[in-house]
């Protein structure tokens, strides 16, 4: 991404509504019970918006929030600059957003409820300690 991507990435509102999209994303797909194919009309939607529209809708934003530090700090990680401490936990924060999707996947699937909401709260803290973290990394290195 380039910078100014990355810095509209880092507005508050581009990385909520990425959470937000989570839920519309699996009502999309268990939908399909109910509207059959037409289910990924909302799935394109949301894939656009997420790929696509989400980083230009928003303008850029300063390291001033929690989030666009979390933000500033994921550009720091994916630039290499991940010390070994902030390194392990990412590892383990990634691994346990795996098994929150994995979980989400297999709730979508066999359409039931109970792994479906456990790995999208699974998911969500995971993601959300990550960004803390990425935010303590950007607080470190500023």
């Avoid at 949301?46 to 530090?69: C, D, H, K, Q, Y």
């Avoid at 989400?104 to 699937?109: E, P, R, S, T, V």
Wanted: glycine share 10%; with cysteine.
């Amino acid at each position: 991404m380039t910078d100014d991507t990355w810095k509209r990435h880092a507005n508050p509102w581009s990385v909520w509504t990425r959470f937000a999209a989570i839920p519309v994303f699996e009502l999309a797909v268990w939908s399909r019970e109910w509207i059959g194919w037409w289910c990924l009309v909302g799935v394109g939607f949301v894939a656009v918006w997420l790929f696509w529209l989400n980083v230009r809708v928003f303008g850029p934003a300063e390291p001033t929030s929690w989030a666009a530090r979390g933000i500033y700090g994921e550009q720091l990680h994916v630039a290499g600059t991940l010390s070994t401490d902030h390194l392990v936990v990412t590892r383990l924060l990634v691994a346990a957003g795996l098994v929150g999707f994995g979980l989400i996947a297999w709730g979508l699937i066999a359409l039931d409820l109970w792994p479906l909401a456990s790995g999208t709260a699974l998911l969500l803290m995971a993601q959300l300690w990550r960004i803390d973290r990425y935010g303590l990394l950007y607080q470190q290195q500023a």
